[in-house]
């Protein structure tokens, strides 16, 4: 019986390919170790493979990895990292786990918050909404940067052709978002005029510790956890994308009121809402 990431039933798997794309990964679970043992040693395996087998590895990170900043000083690629949760955490690890490997050709993508059809992450929002009410949830000087899922399928596409190796770059829109932006981008999207509720933090807080033992409870997480809270109580996850056009000639190309608008038909002719 194969263990999980058998490096050698991998490697022999990638014989004859140009490369690989590392998207494997978890983005939620209750136990930080969690994300460390699929996040890490999910990439440690991968990576390990495709050295054997002499193929160019393209990795999935995220901008978590690289920690907050505000969109008054968006984070660089040459910033110090400083993730604040595990997930994040653990991407970082999976990062630096693929550069100790020597002879290894790779590149790790950072993209930063993914939305687009099929979307489960926003989805919640557009629901909401559909029903009459928004939540403004978070710090109101706090902004994120966003990518279309199209955007960051150019991206993959653009790291597997490039001959750029033993990079991070991160991947996202030129211009930020708020959250005040997002709520009305989705309103706009569905046509909607639904009534805005500001979330205080500390009703937050107290919503994400309870989140922590319902999910206990459950043995899943739930939408607003403690790690969600740290994230909301950020001042915004916003980061340059100077090198993704440098280095694999890519600026994106969907904004987020075109990007919620194809999501949005995208849920109504899938009967999502």
């Known amino acids: 019986m194969r263990r999980p990431f058998d490096r050698d039933a991998l490697a022999a ?5 140009h490369a690989v794309v590392h998207l494997a990964g978890v983005v939620s679970a209750l136990r930080p170790q969690d994300y460390f043992t699929a996040n890490v040693e999910g990439t440690r395996a991968v990576g390990e493979a ?17 920690g907050p900043a505000p969109p008054s000083a968006p984070r660089s690629e040459d910033d110090t990292p400083n993730p604040i949760t595990p ?19 790779w590149i790790a993508l ?16 557009f629901q909401m909404a559909g ?23 150019r991206a993959i596409a653009a790291a597997v052709e490039r001959d750029v190796e033993r990079d991070a770059i991160f991947v ?6 708020t959250t005040r932006e997002l709520v009305d981008g989705v309103q ?15 009703l937050t807080r107290v919503a994400a510790i309870a989140g922590d033992l319902v999910g206990a409870v459950r043995g899943k997480p739930v939408v607003i956890n403690t790690r969600r809270y740290t994230e909301l109580a950020a ?16 600026v994106a190309q969907i904004d987020l009121r075109e990007g919620l608008a194809q999501t949005a038909a995208w849920y109504k002719r899938e009967r999502w809402i």
Do not use: W
Not at 13 to 17: D, H, P, R, S
Not at 87 to 105: F, H, I, N, P, W
Not at 110 to 125: K, S, T
């Open 13 to 17: 798997a990638l014989q004859g390919a």
């Open 50 to 66: 495709a050295r054997a087998a002499g193929v160019r590895m393209v990795h999935i990170s995220s901008l978590a990895a690289g």
């Open 87 to 105: 997930y994040g955490q653990s991407k970082l690890e999976s990062e630096r786990v693929l550069a100790s490997m020597q002879d290894l050709r």
């Open 110 to 125: 950072r993209p930063g918050v993914v939305y687009g059809p099929g979307d489960r992450a926003l989805y919640p929002l």
């Open 131 to 153: 029903r009459g009410f928004l939540p403004l949830v978070g710090r109101s000087d706090a902004a994120y940067t966003l990518i279309h899922v199209s955007d960051v399928v």
């Open 172 to 177: 996202g829109h030129p211009k930020p978002a």
């Open 188 to 202: 706009s999207a569905l046509g909607t005029n639904a009534r805005i509720i500001r979330v205080p933090m500390a």
């Open 235 to 250: 001042e915004g996850f916003a980061c340059r994308v100077d090198r993704l056009r440098d280095r694999l000639g890519i």
